[in-house]
DNA sequence: ACCTGAACACCGTTCAAGT
DNA sequence: ACCTGAACACCGTTCAAGT
């Protein structure tokens, strides 16, 4: 019983491209555009067609479902993540490039906040990232499976640290922000904990921006740190 | 402008049950049985009106609409992650306990891998593990904000790990999982990274199970040194 | 105070029919 | 080979009307 395996859009040939307005690439593009103007729920199939002056169902010719174009889109994210050459930097700075760029191209682009983690990522900018973060941990003097433990660490820290900080925008983004009412509500629900209360007084609630930076910063060379001394023993 | 701030179901007083099946406390009982039964996309406001034989439009009596009804739901996730009690055990012994526990309570219920990150956890699970971890990582040493980006360095790294893995499980759960097969997809899209097909080439694809396991012990073994070390310096 | 059904404004996807 | 529209089987939510 073999079953079919796992299946990924980039496994398989696209239809070629024949009318000018008309592809996968096309396609693709618009839905992007939709997901950067409206988010993940302002990309419907019908919307798309509409911006695409075609009926929706016509899509279904160049793309097998919605889900198939979601996976095909999201390897857009992956577009601007660097990784600085470890053989002219040291890897640590290679690793903490890479981790900020991460979490610059979700931030720049929210609706992959609902993506990542979820999706395979075998699209040729997700491979490359892959490739090259290999190659990283490689330099850096990483060996047969632990050259994965440690990018799946990386990037498990930077997309768990960083799909909060994109869900946190989204929810903040409607009311314009007040610290001392959300202070207020927090309290409100946390009343039992005193423990919590007392963190509930620091300046967290003034300049999240910069306290999110801080500690992405901080957890970062945690990691990183951890990373390293995993090397030396 | 001061405008509405955040809103969280928590933050409201719940309606009061009368009749004994009509509840919100029922209504989330039924709602996480379709969950855990169906997962995410097996709940429907439809679905839970016939399973609780009423009308689906009579659960927003007691509930203002499904993301609050989620948000209900969602709390049960924390209630069995624990924290043994750092006064009796090591800060690291404690922290590793509770790191385990997250990635187990997410692995049980795969519908809160759609969830988590991405919802407000204010219910009283959530706190409670919010407090007993603040109160870990003080008795540490951690002090003043560093406290709270030790807690969310760690559970960053926790749900960056488990997320995919979710995802994985889910994936592959329907094929057979046949590992030649998905090797050979594999590595079909990454062709020209030869770094990544020397990935490929290894035990990874055999027993995922364990290889997940593996990674997780060892990033999280570099996360609670990257954190011993911000002790100490 | 609580519950109902009809109705609104959407979805993704299939498929026979057209050119 | 490509595109269309109608149709199917769903959604979440509102609201006037019932008891």
Redesign the pocket.
């Known amino acids: 019983m073999t079953g079919k395996a796992f299946s990924s859009v980039w496994l398989r040939e696209p239809?070629?491209?024949?009318?000018p307005?008309?592809s996968r690439e096309e396609i693709v593009r618009a839905a992007l555009e939709l997901l950067n103007e409206e988010g993940l729920d302002?990309?419907?199939?019908?919307?798309?067609?509409a911006r695409l002056?075609?009926?929706?169902?016509?899509?279904?010719?160049?793309?097998?479902?919605?889900?198939?174009?979601l996976e095909l889109a999201y390897d857009e994210v992956w577009s601007d993540m660097v990784v600085p050459d470890p053989g002219r930097v040291s890897w640590r700075h290679s690793a903490s490039a890479l981790a900020h760029s991460m979490r610059q191209a979700i931030l720049r682009r929210p609706w992959a906040g609902n993506l990542i983690g979820r999706m395979p990522a075998l699209g040729p900018n997700a491979l490359r990232v892959a490739d090259q973060m290999r190659r990283m941990f490689k330099v850096a003097g990483f060996a047969g499976l632990e050259i994965d433990y440690a990018g799946s660490t990386l990037t498990a820290y930077v997309f768990g640290m960083t799909i909060p900080e994109v869900a946190w925008n989204a929810a903040t983004a409607d009311h314009s922000y007040d610290a001392d009412e959300m202070r207020a509500s927090v309290a409100k629900a946390a009343a039992q904990f005193p423990d919590m209360l007392e963190r509930i007084d620091m300046t967290s609630y003034d300049d999240p921006q910069a306290m999110r930076e801080m500690a992405f910063d901080f957890g970062l060379a945690s990691v990183l740190d951890g990373l390293e001394r995993r090397l030396v023993t």
């Open positions: 239809r070629k491209a024949t009318s307005g008309r302002g990309l419907s199939m019908r919307k798309l067609g002056q075609s009926g929706a169902t016509s899509l279904y010719w160049y793309v097998a479902n919605k889900d198939e174009l």
